[in-house]
């Protein structure tokens, strides 16, 4: 039987203190991948309610589904989030994400691009990312890694590719909602 596993998300600061954890997500299994996903090597995490720490140890729970998407090699991931109105896509601009045993990690650049459920685009914090750039003294590489990956995620965005498709997003939290094997622990 295809099983879900459970794994941690945790996004650093380029200096490599801890930024936020997610600590309920569930990875789903390579074989339960769609063709578009798999072919990219994607990872895919899906998660409700789950309890979110912060850097300074406060701890809150998100309030909506989300199923998160992870591109090996790429500067950014995708976290589709179901709201009420819509899917809203928030793109975090990070490094490659690195997947080892439960645990995801990735340094989180500050810079966010968000696709609202009715189409608009939106690219936001780049004063936060301007600050973190001299603070933390990004090099010239990961800066050009950055703009190289808000270049690619907008245009993923704009031509409706992967996965930025409602129903591939739906389709990946009802199979994982409605697996025979779901524990009895309430929202993941």
Same mark, same amino acid.
């Given at each position: 039987?295809? %099983? ?7 996004? +650093?600061?380029? *200096?490599?203190?801890?930024? &936020? =954890?997610? =600590? ?5 299994? *390579?074989?339960?991948?769609?063709? =578009? ?12 309610q789950? $309890?979110?720490t ?10 909506v589904? !989300? #199923?998160? +998407?992870?591109? $090996? ?11 009420? +109105? ?15 045993g439960? #645990?995801? %990690? ?5 810079? *966010?691009?968000? &696709?609202? !459920?009715?189409?608009d685009?939106a ?10 750039? %001299?603070?933390?003294?990004? @090099?010239?590489i990961?800066? !050009?890694? #950055?703009? =190289?990956?808000? &270049?690619?995620? %907008?245009? &993923?965005? /704009?031509?409706?590719?992967? @996965?930025?498709?409602?129903?591939? #997003?739906? /389709?990946?939290?009802? !199979?994982?909602?409605? /697996?025979?094997d ?7």
């Amino acid at each position: 039987m295809d %099983t879900y596993r459970r794994c941690y998300i945790k996004s +650093f600061k380029h *200096d490599g203190h801890l930024h &936020r =954890q997610w =600590q309920k997500n569930w990875l789903v299994p *390579d074989r339960l991948l769609l063709p =578009q996903q798999a072919e990219e090597n994607m990872i895919v995490l899906i998660n409700n309610q789950t $309890p979110i720490t912060e850097a300074d140890g406060s701890v809150w729970v998100s309030r909506v589904p !989300a #199923v998160s +998407f992870f591109l $090996p090699g790429k500067w950014y991931n995708v976290v589709a989030m179901m709201e009420d +109105f819509g899917i809203r896509y928030y793109c975090n601009l990070a490094s490659p994400p690195y997947l080892t045993g439960d #645990v995801l %990690t990735y340094i989180d650049y500050d810079l *966010d691009v968000i &696709r609202t !459920a009715n189409g608009d685009l939106a690219v936001v914090d780049r004063d936060e990312y301007e600050r973190h750039k %001299t603070d933390y003294r990004y @090099p010239p590489i990961v800066d !050009a890694k #950055v703009g =190289q990956g808000l &270049r690619e995620v %907008t245009q &993923r965005i /704009r031509a409706g590719e992967p @996965p930025f498709e409602d129903e591939i #997003v739906l /389709r990946y939290y009802e !199979a994982w909602a409605n /697996r025979p094997d779901r524990e009895e622990e309430g929202p993941a």
